[in-house]
């Protein structure tokens, strides 16, 4: 047993009850202070719309959800006036949008706008490389179409703006498969960037590699963004942990989530850009592969987690009551390096169990066997520390238009040189920069570079313009 901060959390999908009457958000917390939890993820966005009122996005057309109620305040009031206070963390669905081959009604819905009946640049979808635009039943946003990208940050912007959240939680935050991503304006930019001719083949490195970083992109944007909005707010997201898990980082980028999703989710935690990853670990204890593969990847998990915080994601559905209770308890255990997960995040709070046992008793064991006493769950201590600062900016050419993949170098006396690369509206940042005087010099081709002053101050956002001249 342990009696220091960890993270007991439950995944709460919006496919099943949980926030969407006041009744439900009563449960819902009975449920987890019986289980000895204190955290929810909770999706307020399932597929291109909100469980909230102070919403960009239109409201869900869920049946189930109480007209006029606004699920996450009523979560939030709650859960925070509760002894003791549970953290509430606004899940939403990144890049899916829709999932029904009936379109939404209202007309603004970003599928009505930006889905298979848009041309040109106005349309967003993820293709397959055969044309294919919906995967299984979702329509998917491509992270290689700058447009797409700025409208999923600002749905989470919007979130931390107007919801006193403790956290932001990507989840679907990847390419559908590798043969996914051939969306025509992203094609062109790789084209552009790259001097590829042609439809790249879905395994080309070149192509799997700007992909990735694509989607990297992506994260880097919502988590700077976010903490120039508030610094205190924790960024969090469910990353893919399929099949056997990785010994080595040679095994790493052949796994799933950088091969086959192009979601490197090990570099997001090297490059400071996420608070807390939480990999999905959906194995079953009783299928002897599965045990393995899990163990291997939360083996994994412990030792990369450079700095940050990582907590493992059982998904107890798939088990009996007893499997996923020793599943939890072997992420207490430190791994060779004498590393330890912060914590778990238990999918999901609707299914507790494979045998249809009462989700009531999943909650008198947990918390009878291993939540035994009530914990906080654990600082953050980069988090607005005088030692770590952050750089976010914007580079505009000489007609004041977004520079996609400028080259920019930073440099600091006694520090190392960081080099990053605009995504595809000129956006740029960077995490986890030690405080003082810094210059960043622009590459702007042919041949041509300019030079900027910039001080770094310890827990703070520097934001800048950079024009090429």
Known sequence: MTTSAEF???????????????????????????????????????????????????????????????????????????????????????????????????????????GPSAKGRDYWLMDRKD??????????????????????????????????????????????????????TSLERFQKQTGFTGIPDALDESWKEWRRQQVTHLVRKVYLQALAIRVDIKVSAAVIAWSKGPVTMEEYKESAPYHEVLQDWVGWMEQGIMDFLIPMNYDREHVADQKSWYDQWIEWEKDHQYKRQIAAGPGIYLNAIDGSIAQIDRTRISSV??????????????????????????????????????????????KGCIGEGYVIGNVLDRNGLPMDNAQITMRGLGRKRIQMKTDGHGFFGVSSVRPGLYTLRLKNPPGQSHLYLLIVRGGNVTQLVVRAH
């Open 8 to 114: 007991r959390g439950f995944w709460v999908d919006a496919f099943h009850d949980g926030i969407k009457t006041s009744a439900q958000v009563d449960q819902l917390l009975s449920d987890v202070k019986a289980a000895g939890a204190n955290a929810v993820i909770v999706q307020v966005r399932r597929r291109g719309d909100a469980y909230y009122n102070r919403a960009l996005e239109p409201r869900t057309q869920d049946p189930s959800l109480t007209p006029g109620f606004d699920a996450l305040e009523d979560l939030l009031q709650k859960a925070h006036n509760s002894q003791p206070s549970i953290e509430v963390h606004a899940w939403l669905a990144t890049l899916p949008i829709w999932n029904s081959a009936t379109p939404p009604l209202s007309p603004d819905h970003v599928f009505n706008q930006h």
């Open 131 to 184: 044309g294919v635009n919906r995967s299984g039943a979702d329509y998917v946003l491509d992270p290689g179409h700058p447009d797409a990208v700025d409208y999923t940050v600002e749905q989470y912007l919007n979130v931390v703006r107007e919801y006193r959240v403790d956290g932001i939680h990507l989840d679907l935050v990847r390419y559908m498969g590798v043969d996914w991503g051939y969306n025509p």
């Open 337 to 382: 390096g004498g590393n330890r997960l912060v914590g778990a995040c238990l999918y999901s709070y609707a299914m507790t169990n494979k045998d249809g046992q009462e989700n009531s008793l999943f909650y008198q064991q947990l918390q009878a066997r291993l939540f035994k006493q009530p914990v906080p769950t654990p600082d953050m201590p980069w």
